[in-house]
């Protein structure tokens, strides 16, 4: 790479950002380091934190390599760490905590790889050098040895950081081979760092993206996560797309490149989604802020049009339909977020805002009744903060006025809300009579009947808002009744 000014100028910043941080974290590591150098160890900064402390933004989760051996690291660390935990240790990692900081500390690798099988077989190394060949990219393949502060980067690592390139220190050809996660990881980076893949980084990840399906959900699933939770995963999906991994791992968002969207103002609904996370994650802070990342939000944003592709039909005239898509997208979502085994409570939370996205739509200029919104609220349930960022996020139109306009008549849904939430208890919507009363009401010992009048009730409640004791009384009298059951006087 050329050492143009604008580098030499990246590279100079970079190494301030590491100063400072290391001048952060040295009371930690200045004691690791020493109890290592008298038992004759060294001990390195490495990975994902020195790639960090270059951009300025170390988190207080360190990454150490070392050349002693799992079984040594714990004998030098007990007495000094905090707590300690050896989950990892048949991979040499050993887990610590020292004032607040959590470390993890792994021996010299030298993995060997069948290239069939999904785990590396553990092999230790010798040096410092080795272990770095066999990290996922350059970025990821520098350390400080932080006995004399010596900043070692065989691999170009600094380059690539200040390039904004992400590259890997063997061919990537090699790399993949061993560990097809690299290529997901490829995808997570760029979300997360904003970098750009090296152009044989992205001619791999195409030529080998079928390799991903020697991975578990499961492992997939948490890559995945991380990309959707970083500052641009647009970008990362855009990648997984293009070079082909998506289609083994999240098939129908490439799919959507396949249907036109009904307004025709977008080259595809893949795009369109794409733009609807963007401004999905913009609202996640300036509407009702959040101090993290949505997941779930992200995932619905992505997701919320998967069913069109399959519900497409064309009218006469050149015109475009996607009835009951959002049906579909819910059932879609379901299937593929189960596939890659996220946690129930994400897929019902996600599966729920695909579902209930176009509900808005008939909203229309503010003709629903008091009842159709309190429904709306209902159905939303806790979700409600995500699906008001999500309905507001679908709004791509290029046309000023009617964007404004769907906004304003979003403000009037939300001031509805807002209204008669203040005149009613929305967040807990139940019937005015409950369980008890209704059985002693109607002499009726537990039971599906007892559900039946119970769910009687909520729907009048919907309808009608809070009604007088007397009046609900009255109405499940009524009820009980037109059910042919013998009501107590």
Known sequence: MPDTSSNRHAKHSAQRNAVAELMRISPVADELTKRFSQAGHQLFLVGGSVRDALLGRLSDDLDFTTSARPAEILKIVGGWADAVWETGI????????????????????????????????????????????RRDFTVNAMAIDLSVKRFIDPYGG?????????????????SFADDPLRMLRAARFVS???????????????????????????????ELSKLMLGTKPRLGIDLMTHTGLAEHIIPEVPGMRLAIDEHHQHKDVYEHSLTVLDQAIDLETRHEPTTEPDLVLRL????????????????????VTFHHHEVVGAKMTRKRL?????????????????????????????????????????????????????VRADCTTRNRRKAAALQRTYDDLEERIKRIAEEEDLAKVRPDLDGNEIMRLLDLPPGPLVGKAWRFLKELR?????????EAVAALREWAKEQGLDVPE
């Open 462 to 470: 919907l309808d009608k808002g809070p009604l007088e004791h007397e």
């Open 300 to 319: 619905a944003a992505l997701l919320h049009d998967i069913g069109k592709p399959a519900t497409r039909r064309f009218t006469e005239g050149g015109g």
């Open 338 to 390: 189960r596939a890659l085994r996220y946690p129930k409570d994400v897929i019902n939370d996600v599966s729920q805002l695909v579902f209930l996205h176009l509900r808005f739509h008939g909203y229309g200029k503010g003709e629903w009744t008091d009842s159709a919104v309190r429904r709306y609220v209902a159905d939303a349930g806790e979700l409600l903060p995500k699906l008001h960022k999500l």
């Open 192 to 222: 997360q760092l904003g970098f750009v893949p090296a152009r044989r980084v992205a001619k791999a990840m195409t030529d080998m993206s079928g390799e991903i399906t020697r991975i578990t959900a499961e492992r997939v699933q948490a």
């Open 90 to 133: 048949e991979f040499g990692t050993v887990g610590l905590t020292k004032g607040g900081t959590q470390l993890e500390i792994t021996t010299f690798r030298a993995d060997t790889y069948d290239r069939v099988g999904r785990n590396p077989d553990v092999v230790f190394g010798d040096n410092i050098e080795g272990d770095l060949k």
């Open 158 to 174: 600094m380059d690539a950081l200040s390039e904004g390139l992400l590259d890997t220190p063997a061919p990537p050809e090699e």
